[in-house]
């Protein structure tokens, strides 16, 4: 009889830490989700920018043809990606050729005095800043998730339930300072 | 001690402050009815008026706060290196962004106060703006921020709100017994009412001190912590480290601060006489830049 009681209690006891446990899961993958969300704001609002940018520029340098390519190929395999390492290939792509757009923009004097391109310039630079901090919300969120997922006995019930590690959101080599575009 | 902890930390520390000034409201009340013949009627109406200015000061402190500093809120247009700066650090901490006010004063300062990341306010006066470089300001900015994600703001605002009121209270309570000590002295008082009135009196000069040391014990290794964790989140420690030390360098008083309030301050506002050091509610700023440079 007592032994009865005692295996029931047991029971009970591991079926309320596998719910706590299923909860605290379930939130750290939603906060992961959540985090995600932030940067996908800002990786649209940069995209949403580069056609207003490629029509000033090209405005202004109407035979640097080569620049637009990269920007426009890197613009839609960003509109076309699925999963966090398809975003990060192309955001790190994108920064390159804004790279190139920004520095041929040296060559226009016309073109950096423009009021206009000075303010998607400024709205750009505000935009990756906003990027790399979301970046680093982000992956603070997925360092925690992956280290709940895999430690014990968590890791037990984690993959049985099919959870797996989420991808961190990593810029190039050498993006991580100011990703400021500076012209004089 | 991890977030969470600190959050957990910070609520309880909350509701003991409603406890203890709720219990020092009624004792003054009881204290002041007797002095007037009617202890229930003074401890009732303690009682009721501890309600009522506990849920006003729990829904409406960081108004109050901003009023007794003066500050105005701004827009975008109005100063959007501030306002990025904010949206930024919000978007790294994962915080809603908070509203934000300038302080029209050349004091080098700033406050956050709020009851909660929704309902928060970050303020930073007109010299601090003037004064500090873009990568200072953030390191300001993300002090306050820490302040605002540890839910720090609502036991230091409450406790900005709830302490007034103790200092308040004590206040109106000395005033009359100054008053009517000389009017109704003549009507004779069993030694009974001689000893309560003593208590009475000391209880109104020790509350604005308990009060005090309140916000000491709530705010001292807070700025430490409110430092590291800045300082994480904008990944530059020398920023706001340079910060302090202009900040510290500052000598112009800021105007439109209280007791109550000046521990709400990134740095204590108040110059420190004798009381200032004893009761101290910051630690002192060349200990905290040797932290910040130390990490």
Redesign the interface.
């Known amino acids: 009889m007592n032994l009865t009681y005692f295996i029931l209690g047991a029971v009970i006891l591991i079926g309320l830490f596998l719910l706590w446990l299923y909860n605290s899961l379930v939130r750290s993958k939603a906060r992961v989700e959540?985090?995600w969300s932030?940067i996908d704001v800002?990786l649209k609002r940069r995209i949403d920018l580069i056609p207003n940018l490629v029509e000033t520029v090209k405005g202004y340098a109407k035979h640097e043809k080569g620049i637009f390519e990269n920007v426009t190929k890197a613009r839609s395999a960003m509109l076309g990606a699925k999963t966090v390492k398809e975003s990060e290939e192309a955001d790190n792509m994108l920064t390159g050729a804004l790279k190139t757009i920004f520095a041929v923009a040296e060559n226009y004097p016309d073109l950096k005095a423009s009021v206009n391109f000075k303010e998607l310039q400024d709205e750009l630079a505000?935009t990756e800043?906003?990027i790399s901090?979301?970046r680093?919300?982000y992956n603070g969120?997925v360092r925690d998730f992956n280290i709940l997922i895999k430690s014990f006995p968590n890791v037990l019930l984690a993959s049985a339930l099919g959870f797996k590690e989420a991808e961190f959101f990593e810029a190039k080599e050498g993006e991580r300072e100011k990703p400021e575009v500076k012209f004089s | 001690m991890n977030l969470y902890d600190q959050i957990g930390a910070n609520r309880r520390r909350t509701i003991l402050l409603f406890i203890f000034t709720f219990l020092a409201i009624i004792v003054l009340g009881y204290v002041f009815g007797f002095y007037f013949e009617d202890p229930y009627l003074g401890a009732t109406g303690a009682f009721i008026f501890s309600f009522a200015y506990s849920g006003a000061a729990y829904f409406f402190s960081d108004r109050i706060v901003l009023a007794i500093s003066g500050a105005k809120p701004i827009e975008k247009k109005d100063h959007p290196l501030l306002f990025r700066t904010v949206e930024n650090l919000c978007i790294g901490a994962g915080l809603p962004v908070p509203k934000i006010y300038i302080v029209e004063e050349p004091a080098l300062n700033a406050f956050a106060a709020g009851r909660d990341p929704q309902h928060s306010v970050v303020a930073v006066t007109r010299g601090l703006l003037e004064n500090l470089e873009d990568e200072e300001l953030e390191g300001v900015v993300a002090h306050e921020l820490s302040h605002v994600r540890n839910y720090d703001i609502r036991v230091m605002t409450l406790a900005a709100v709830l302490a007034g009121s103790l200092v308040m209270i004590s206040d109106i309570f000395l005033r009359s017994t100054r008053y009517s000590g000389s009017s109704r002295g003549g009507r004779g008082r069993g030694s009974g009412a001689g000893v309560l009135l003593l208590i009475g009196v000391l209880l109104a000069i020790l509350a604005p001190l308990i009060a005090q040391l309140i916000k000491l014990a709530i705010s001292r290794q807070r700025e430490y912590l409110a430092d590291s964790s800045g300082a994480l989140l904008t990944r530059y420690p020398e920023g706001l480290a340079r910060a302090l030390e202009k900040i510290a360098a500052d000598k112009t008083p800021l105007r439109h601060v209280s007791e109550a309030t000046a521990h709400l301050y990134i740095k204590n506002p108040l110059t420190a006489g004798f009381f200032g050091n004893l009761f101290s509610t910051h630690p002192p700023i060349e200990e905290r830049i040797r932290r910040l440079r130390q990490a």
């Open positions: 959540e985090a932030h800002q505000d800043n906003k901090y979301a680093q919300f969120n």
